[in-house]
Every structure is written in structure tokens, then in C-alpha cells.
Nanobody
Framework: QVQLVESGGGWVQPGGSLRLSCAAS????????MGWYRQAPGKQRELVCI???????HYADSVKGRFTISRDNAKNTVSLQMNSLKPEDTAVYYC?????????WGQGTQVTVSS
């Protein structure tokens, strides 16, 4: 049974940084695409960034240059370093892993950026 456990959310002032982590268990995730999505109040869930099994990454335009995704296949973890945070980054952030028809979500962690 696949489980994803996120940690690292919280409150930060604009311009600050946070690091999110996701620990995955229940499979060999080296072949999975691992990524982060977010959902702000009243909005649809959107892609933040992904790390494909090959190591290639893709970022939403809104976070390019500020966010960095990394993964450790030996530990089955994926992390998201968020710098220069803006109020519009406020959302619940979800860890996601997918491979072919398999698609799993974490429970979400709140990130609030405000002064």
C-alpha cells in the first residue's frame, strides 16, 4: 500500500523560505514521477513542479527560479525548496507520485505566506 507523508508546511512572511518534504513508502519509486501540486482556497489544484524518473524537471511558470524540486530515490523522498515566497503561494501543497495508471496523493500541508 502506497503512503505519502508530507511535512514542512507553515507560516512565513513574504520573501521567506520553506522546505517541504514527502516520504513515500510501499513501492520502488525510482520509476515514478514525483511532484508537488497546490490548491488555494476557491481554486483548482494546480501543478507546481515534477521530477520525472529520468531526473528531468518541470516547473510552473509562476514558481520558476524560486522553487526547486529534488528527490532521493534511495530514501524514497521528494522535497520542495521554496524561496522568495509570495502571498499568492499560499495554498495547501500536495505530494504526488504517479506511474502509468497509478496515481497517489499525500494528505496535504498548509503553506501560508503573509505579513
Amino acid at each position: 500500500q502506497v503512503q505519502l507523508v508530507e511535512s514542512g508546511g507553515g507560516w512565513v512572511q513574504p520573501g521567506g523560505s520553506l522546505r517541504l518534504s514527502c516520504a513515500a513508502s510501499g513501492s520502488d519509486f525510482s520509476i515514478y514521477t514525483m511532484g508537488w501540486y497546490r490548491q488555494a482556497p476557491g481554486k483548482q489544484r494546480e501543478l507546481v513542479c515534477i521530477n520525472i524518473s529520468s531526473g528531468a524537471t518541470h516547473y510552473a511558470d509562476s514558481v520558476k527560479g524560486r522553487f526547486t524540486i529534488s528527490r532521493d530515490n534511495a530514501k524514497n523522498t521528494v522535497s520542495l525548496q521554496m524561496n522568495s515566497l509570495k502571498p499568492e503561494d499560499t495554498a495547501v501543497y500536495y505530494c504526488n507520485v504517479k506511474y502509468r495508471s497509478e496515481n497517489y496523493w499525500g494528505q496535504g500541508t498548509q503553506v501560508t505566506v503573509s505579513s
